[in-house]
């Protein structure tokens, strides 16, 4: 999730094909994507919806994050209203999402010189708010698979203990 131009669908171009494509067409409605990754003894299945970032586009992407176990928040470090859309997006989340949902906040195009979100500013909120946080490049492949390799791992063990969990309750109905 993520504001138009923030590089989304690069990202998902990069974790799924290791492509990028420089000027890539803005993504209509949503496109979606399925990716098989390692981790340790296991293989994780990513099931990516590739949300349009566009202002009109806006409440379909309720559909696509209501249930899921992760959501990925993408802002461009070179834009600061990017950052403080995000901001928005993680709010929303948190409020109309699965309660359970696991938010990773990516900061992309780190490759640019133009900053104007800093790592300190950014990795604060994500400290503050309990998200995941990674700044990374589409464009120059870095810290993509890192990236997607720590969401799947915190995923698989939020998992695990939801299920813990639920044996848990069942075990103390009787």
Same mark, same amino acid.
């Given at each position: 999730i993520?504001?138009?131009?923030?590089g989304?669908?690069?990202i998902?171009?990069? !974790?799924?094909?290791?492509? +990028?494509?420089?000027?890539?067409?803005? &993504?209509?409605? =949503?496109a !979606?994507? &399925?990716q098989?990754?390692?981790?340790?003894?296991?293989?994780?299945? +990513?099931e990516?919806?590739? &949300?349009?970032?566009?202002?009109?586009?806006?409440?379909?992407?309720?559909? $696509?994050y209501?249930?899921?176990?992760?959501?990925?928040?993408v $802002?461009?470090?070179?834009n600061?209203?990017?950052f403080?859309?995000?901001?928005s997006?993680?709010?929303e /989340?948190?409020n109309?999402?699965?309660?359970?949902i696991?938010?990773a906040?990516l900061?992309?195009k780190?490759?640019l010189?133009?900053?104007?979100?800093s790592t300190?500013? =950014?990795?604060? $909120? =994500? /400290?503050?708010?309990?998200?995941? !946080? $990674?700044?990374?490049?589409?464009?120059k492949d870095?810290g993509?698979?890192?990236? !997607? &390799?720590?969401?799947?791992t @915190?995923?698989l063990? =939020? @998992?695990l203990?939801?299920k813990?969990?639920?044996i848990?309750? +069942? /075990?103390?109905?009787f």
């Amino acid at each position: 999730i993520g504001e138009s131009s923030v590089g989304k669908s690069s990202i998902i171009l990069r !974790f799924a094909s290791n492509e +990028f494509q420089e000027n890539k067409e803005p &993504t209509v409605g =949503a496109a !979606f994507v &399925t990716q098989k990754c390692r981790l340790e003894d296991k293989i994780i299945k +990513f099931e990516i919806w590739d &949300t349009a970032g566009q202002e009109r586009f806006h409440s379909l992407a309720q559909m $696509y994050y209501r249930n899921a176990h992760v959501a990925v928040v993408v $802002y461009d470090v070179t834009n600061m209203d990017s950052f403080n859309r995000a901001k928005s997006w993680i709010k929303e /989340l948190n409020n109309q999402a699965n309660p359970n949902i696991i938010i990773a906040l990516l900061g992309n195009k780190i490759d640019l010189s133009r900053r104007q979100v800093s790592t300190e500013i =950014a990795k604060n $909120y =994500a /400290l503050e708010f309990g998200l995941l !946080f $990674y700044e990374i490049s589409a464009r120059k492949d870095h810290g993509i698979r890192e990236a !997607f &390799t720590k969401i799947g791992t @915190n995923s698989l063990f =939020a @998992n695990l203990i939801l299920k813990r969990e639920k044996i848990n309750i +069942f /075990l103390n109905l009787f």
